[in-house]
């Protein structure tokens, strides 16, 4: 089993920028997709972001499209999520969890890290 631990959340004014990690450990580390979630408060954890272990190929929801940008240390086991010209809207818990295979659901889920963007 992978053990996910993101960090690096916090409070930040709209406009401003945080940069998440995730670092795993455990068992050999080499899935094929690992992505990013988020879970806004009373709502469904919802997908923002993938990036591919081996080939580095990236995937956004639209609605973080240009402003967010996901990227990995192989040799650091990490993944992190640059998150630029932030919105209130973009205020959640985020997570990052491991797609093992491509027909694999995501799991792994890591404890979560508190984003809050103020207006």
């Known amino acids: 089993q992978v053990q996910l631990v993101e960090s690096g959340g916090g409070l930040v004014q709209a406009g401003g920028s945080l940069i998440l990690s995730c670092a795993a450990s455990?068992?050999?580390?080499?899935?094929?997709?690992m992505g990013w979630f988020r879970q806004a408060p009373g709502k469904e954890r919802k997908f923002v972001a993938r990036?591919?272990?081996?080939?580095?190929?990236?995937y956004y929801v639209n609605r973080v499209k240009g402003r967010f940008t996901i990227s990995r240390d192989n040799a650091k086991n990490t993944v992190y999520l640059q998150m630029n010209s932030l919105k209130p809207e973009d205020t959640a818990v985020y997570y990052c969890?491991?797609?093992?295979?491509?027909?694999?659901?995501?799991?792994?889920w890591g404890q979560g890290t508190q984003v809050t963007v103020s207006s």
């Open positions: 969890a491991v797609k093992s295979t491509v027909v694999a659901d995501y799991g792994d």
């Open positions: 990036i591919s272990w081996s080939t580095g190929s990236t």
């Open positions: 455990g068992r050999t580390f080499s899935p094929y997709y």
